[in-house]
């Protein structure tokens, strides 16, 4: 059985022969004990029935083997030494009933050989002998010398004249347990690849049910974190519903303030009197604007204005509104007419508002306005800025004439520099188109460059279009910003955002 395959097949064959080893030592306990008594049982026949003292003492070679094989698996076999001795311990045992064997076949134990019952012991007892056989075939071969040198001296010491029936028998004898060696070889392979074949089945059935385990396990695994994945897609979509509700809300509160904020710009009518064609572009980066325009007619002064509020959205709604309120109580209530007194008074009125300090880490929010004062029967028209400009462009002649009016360099909120705001006097003409714009259009980001239109193209552009009626102004700086925010080139699209809020007025006169 060796010249294995594999160290596998020869860990399973060493493990196979240990326990078979164990159990031919078991089986081999019962057979001393039912030899001993057999042994014992003709010994007393031979002192006590047959007084025959030499087939006595001959019963008493093979006992106390027997008593040495007690004694020796005793101290030594139970002790799980088994693998180191056992050829010695197998070849002794088939020695010892090989010395029962003769007891049956002997003519000096005074049995009869020609008889079929003690023809059938001598097949019996040799069958007892060949299933004991383990092993390798040197082993075999070893075991069958043994028995032949054995059973070669046991006849010449009870029978000096060796007939020839008896060695018919030797023969016989041998040639019938040579054959069941071989059988039980034969059968020990069979024996030994089944148990092969059914650790390997096992080792599969293991695997299999290891796999099988396994796949139990991520099942419950994924199913847990389906579970778990159900529990937060719906705690997500809870969420977002409570999000959209939230946004929703926020949404409705802004354009509700979008509406009061609407309420008190100036009504087109109010443009359509008074002046002979316009445009207004008012875009608001958020729902609410942080940009502005403004107007009054008080007595025969025209007042107008566009507001620039710090930053953007619902904080820069909330200085619009304070913009409105206080533009509306200086000229309306107050009665205060002058441009830059104008101006003067509402910086004052925000910075007491918001209490205002010029320290470090103080508020400085507060706006950006260009005001214009025009006498609606002599045509004059007076101007103040804070960080704001007012371009006039007369297209009547063949020459186009054009007048920036530059405002301080200062807003309305605290400031390092608090020096009165600057009056201008302007001589408006029959066909001037004037324009106020906060800085939201020119500083818009886009083009090839993601850069800003800036200021001087953006002149230019109201320059060019100057001439032109109001509404064709209004749709080329729509379709201009619309474009620049949207750039497209080679079929690649570079979309920006509008970053602030944006408001231009152009009046014609």
């Given at each position: ?216 396990e991520q099942k419950e695994e994924i199913l847990s974190q389906n579970e778990e994945i159900t529990q937060q897609r719906d ?168 007048q920036e009016i530059k405002g301080d360099k200062m807003p309305i909120s605290i400031y390092f520099k608090m020096n009165p ?89």
């Amino acid at each position: 059985m060796k010249g294995f395959q594999n160290p596998f097949e020869e860990h399973i064959y060493t493990r196979y022969l240990h326990n078979r080893n164990e159990q031919i030592l078991r089986s081999a306990r019962l057979k001393l004990i039912f030899g001993f008594i057999i042994l014992s049982c003709f010994a007393l026949i031979d002192i006590l029935l047959k007084h025959n003292i030499i087939s006595f003492y001959s019963r008493l070679v093979p006992l106390a083997v027997i008593t040495y094989f007690f004694i020796l698996d005793f101290f030594y076999f139970r002790k799980g030494k088994i693998d180191s001795v056992f050829l010695m311990y197998n070849v002794l045992l088939l020695s010892l009933l090989f010395m029962i064997y003769i007891s049956f076949i002997s003519e000096m134990f005074f049995i009869d050989t020609d008889k079929p019952l003690n023809a059938a012991g001598i097949v019996l007892v040799t069958a007892v002998v060949g299933i004991e056989i383990r092993g390798s075939l040197s082993t075999i071969m070893t075991i069958l010398v043994m028995q032949f040198l054995i059973f070669s001296l046991l006849l010449l010491l009870y029978d000096t004249h060796i007939k020839t029936d008896t060695i018919i028998l030797f023969a016989h004898v041998l040639s019938i347990n040579l054959l069941m060696i071989l059988i039980s070889y034969y059968l020990e392979n069979q024996n030994f690849n089944a148990y092969k074949a059914n650790i390997k089945l096992e080792i599969e059935k293991n695997k299999t049910q290891s796999l099988y385990t396994n796949l139990i396990e991520q099942k419950e695994e994924i199913l847990s974190q389906n579970e778990e994945i159900t529990q937060q897609r719906d705690l997500a979509e809870e969420q977002n519903k409570t999000l959209e509700n939230q946004k929703k809300e926020i949404t409705d509160s802004l354009t509700y303030a979008q509406r009061i904020q609407n309420s008190l710009l100036p009504k087109e009518q109010f443009f359509k009197d008074n002046f002979s064609d316009y445009f207004i572009l008012f875009r608001p980066k958020a729902i609410v604007s942080g940009d502005f325009y403004w107007s009054t007619l008080l007595d025969n002064w025209l007042v107008f204005a566009v507001v620039d509020s710090t930053g953007h959205g619902v904080p820069a709604g909330f200085m619009s509104m304070l913009g409105f309120s206080f533009l509306n109580e200086i000229v309306n209530n107050n009665k205060i007419i002058e441009a830059d007194v104008i101006l003067n008074t509402l910086r004052k009125n925000v910075i007491d508002a918001l209490d205002q300090k010029n320290v470090i880490g103080s508020s400085k929010d507060g706006m950006d306005i260009g005001i214009c004062v025009l006498n609606t029967q002599t045509k004059e028209l007076h101007f103040s800025g804070a960080n704001f400009n007012l371009m006039v462009v007369n297209n009547s002649d063949d020459v186009q004439k054009t007048q920036e009016i530059k405002g301080d360099k200062m807003p309305i909120s605290i400031y390092f520099k608090m020096n009165p705001f600057t009056a201008h006097k302007i001589d408006i003409e029959t066909g001037d188109t004037l324009y106020l714009y906060s800085d939201g259009y020119h500083d818009q980001f886009g083009g090839p460059r993601g850069k800003k239109i800036k200021s001087r193209p953006f002149k230019e552009l109201l320059k060019r279009t100057s001439g032109k009626n109001m509404n064709f102004q209004y749709k080329l700086l729509q379709d201009y910003l619309h474009s620049w925010m949207n750039y497209e080139e080679d079929g690649h699209k570079k979309r920006y955002e509008q970053n602030d809020d944006i408001t231009i007025l152009g009046l014609r006169f």
